[in-house]
């Protein structure tokens, strides 16, 4: 039987329902973070960081302007070429109403636009996900209103 606050990991949500996401939790040992996803499209290595082992990737993800990423390991080619690649935006509804007026969607629509650090995650099987550490903040930036909706 599922709560009100319980989901399966093939729920989707959409601009509408973001309200109704249920909040971070641990399950099974396992973090339970719902998460608005992008999917890299494109992976280049730009070359390596100037202080110490470090790798920096110029990143293409559907939504977002391009941007640089500095990893303190290199990306194995599997994770590339599979697309299993993602940055992620955490997401909570901050308490929204279960209603979105016009006020409220349009508050909504101006927090997505702002830019955010994202998390990088690669896909594992059976619809988990692994964080990849990055030696900086990644922030990722939408690019447009348009694309946010």
């Known amino acids: ?61 559907c939504s977002l302007r391009p941007l640089e990423i500095t990893l303190p390991d290199r990306l194995e080619n599997a994770t590339i070429s599979q ?12 308490g929204q109403s279960a209603v979105l007026d016009a006020t409220s969607e349009e508050q909504l629509l101006l927090t997505l636009g702002r830019p955010f650090n994202a998390l990088p995650l690669t896909e594992l099987p059976h619809s988990q996900h692994k964080r990849i550490a990055s030696s900086t903040l990644i922030t990722a930036q939408p690019i447009s209103r348009a694309s946010i909706v």
Request: aromatic share 10%; hydrophobic share 35%.
């Open 83 to 94: 697309g299993a690649l993602q940055l992620v935006r955490p997401w909570h509804s901050n």
């Open 1 to 61: 039987m599922r709560t009100p606050d319980s989901y399966a990991p093939s729920d989707v949500y959409d601009f509408h329902s973001l309200d109704r996401v249920p909040l971070p939790r641990f399950l099974n040992r396992c973090l339970i973070l719902p998460c608005i996803a992008h999917r890299v499209t494109a992976v280049q290595l730009a070359g390596e960081g100037p202080s110490g082992p470090s790798y920096i990737y110029k990143i293409q993800a």
